[in-house]
């Protein structure tokens, strides 16, 4: 990796971990592991690759915290939670919030 890509890496990780809300940093993880196939609104199933816990340090949040905005994104119908599955139902949805 460049030291530019480095610095642009080390500055998203920065900027999301101080500058968004619990819910832009859960909303913007979860498009992040779909990857790149968001095209349109068709749903689309992840696999979250380690445990909520883990998931949630990643993102600077306690474990509770993290559950509770996968609940608020489920009950806004955005997603749908089983275990570590994770069905994206509103992509563009969750893209928004994510902003």
């Not at 949630?56 to 275990?83: G, N």
């Amino acid at each position: 990796m460049t030291r530019s890509k480095t610095h642009l890496n080390l500055y998203a990780d920065l900027e999301s971990c101080c500058l968004k809300s619990a819910t832009q940093r859960v909303a913007g993880y979860l498009l992040k592991i779909a990857g790149e196939d968001l095209r349109g609104d068709k749903p689309r199933e992840v696999l979250l690759p380690v445990s909520k816990s883990v998931v949630a340090s990643s993102l600077d949040l306690t474990p509770e915290t993290f559950s509770r905005e996968l609940h608020r994104l489920s009950t806004r119908k955005l997603i749908s939670v089983k275990h570590k599955n994770i069905l994206i139902s509103d992509v563009s949805g969750l893209q928004m919030l994510a902003e």
